[in-house]
């Protein structure tokens, strides 16, 4: 490693201890479950708490910053998405529209940079990844991405690099180091066919780039997640990292309009549909009401509705792995509410269990710290009844 790149990581790293005084660590020592030698005790996996986008409730998405908090909040997973730069670099970003999460409104030198595009079917003026190198976008900085919702995030924003997906791969690396724990990795190909239009492809790049860092033998280390189909099946004979099916709530894989299919993510998930992902797959991943658990007429998760989703997807071998579970009242169903504003927390923690009751294997989550308490007291009460030792 470079002199440089070193003292960004451990820059990175300060900045994150100055940082976790005022975010909710969890201490996950003393949380962390011993193992039970209750020979009665249902042998129960240990569902995996995956960081959606980092620590992105608490601080701007895919940033090294909310990676590192949310590895220090016990997250099992990180989750970078992953979209291009015009010189072929993985960049991490959620959306290819950069002026979404950076500053790039800000910058005059980029203003004829602007352009109207159409990503998957919707039209959308802005500033797009595949417009600049990868020096271009070192030159901006992060914005949190929902200000509404996340007022106070907002005041980290212009503080941070847009990382690349090798950086990413690094400064986990470092984390393991620092923390003595193996923290994996769950990327996303974004708009993989619209890359390949502009023959940008990210599939070939992004083996390549695991298979250089190890992780193609190292499977309980790393997933790669897409909502299109052709891609994954790709992979499948690319290489053996377990590829995962995100199921979006409606409508289709894009991939599949553009070729002029009728397959819908409803159909994918039915049993015949299920059977088929399990050909090119290892999981899949649901968009928990539309698929587990729906809401009722009055927005309140509606446990007697539940599907027998997770039981068909695991006689099937596909593990399954929700999203989102987002802690703010805003995202909650109406009974894990709490008081009247919006933006502040509810009960995330209990519906974040009733999930796990229902026999997932772990979850997305923008707030890692109450995924781990909520994984750590499931594990409590369903494998350790009794048992439970507390380190002191
Ligand atoms: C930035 O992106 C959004 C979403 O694509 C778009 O609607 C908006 O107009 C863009 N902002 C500017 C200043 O162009
Ligand atoms: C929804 O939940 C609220 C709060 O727990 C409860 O008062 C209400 O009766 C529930 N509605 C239905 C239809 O179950």
Not at 73 to 80: L, R, S, V
Not at 186 to 193: D, G, L, Q, R, W
Not at 263 to 290: C, H, N, R, W
Request: hydrophobic share 35%; charged share 20%; aromatic share 10%.
């Amino acid at each position: 490693m470079k002199a440089d790149q070193s003292d960004h990581y451990f820059g990175a790293i300060l900045l994150t201890l100055l940082l976790i005084s005022s975010l909710p660590i969890n201490d996950v020592q003393s949380e962390t479950i011993q193992e039970c030698s209750n020979p009665q005790a249902p042998e129960t996996s240990h569902p995996i708490v995956i960081a959606h986008r980092g620590a992105s409730g608490y601080l701007p998405e895919h940033t090294l910053a909310a990676y590192s908090i949310a590895i220090f909040q016990g997250a099992d997973f990180i989750e970078p998405d992953v979209v291009m730069s015009k010189d072929r670099h993985l960049i991490v970003r959620h959306d290819n529209v950069l002026n979404l999460s950076t500053d790039v409104a800000d910058h005059p030198e980029f203003s004829s940079r602007k352009r109207r595009k159409t990503v998957d079917g919707k039209a959308t003026t802005g500033w797009f990844s595949e417009d600049f190198t990868l020096a271009e976008i070192k030159t901006l900085r992060a914005m949190e991405r929902i200000p509404q919702v996340r007022p106070e995030n907002t005041k980290f924003n212009g503080q941070f690099e847009i990382p690349t997906l090798q950086e990413v791969i690094d400064f986990v690396a470092k984390m393991e180091e620092f923390t003595g724990r193996t923290i994996g990795i769950y990327p996303e190909i974004k708009h993989p066919t619209y890359f390949d239009n502009l023959h940008l492809s990210m599939e070939e790049p992004l083996v390549q780039l695991l298979r250089t860092k190890g992780y193609e033998t190292q499977h309980t280390r790393v997933y790669i997640q897409s909502f299109e189909v052709s891609n994954l099946k790709d992979l499948n004979t690319m290489t053996t990292i377990p590829l995962v099916q995100l199921l979006g709530s409606g409508g289709q894989p894009y991939d599949v309009i553009g070729a002029g299919g009728t397959l819908t993510y409803a159909q994918m998930a039915t049993t015949e549909g299920l059977a088929e992902i399990a050909t090119y797959a290892d999981g899949v991943a649901p968009e928990k009401y539309a698929f587990l658990i729906p809401k009722d007429h009055d927005g309140n998760l509606s446990l007697s509705r539940a599907s027998k989703f997770v039981q068909r997807a695991h006689a099937l071998g596909l593990r399954v792995h929700p999203y989102t579970f987002r802690a703010e009242n805003f995202f909650l169903p109406a009974n894990f509410k709490k008081g009247h504003d919006p933006f502040s927390l509810g009960i995330s923690a209990a519906e974040m269990e009733i999930f796990l009751q229902a026999g997932v294997d772990g979850f997305f989550t923008d707030h890692p710290n109450i995924g781990v308490q909520a994984r750590n007291k499931f594990l409590d009460k369903n494998r350790c009844i009794g048992k439970r030792t507390i380190p002191k």
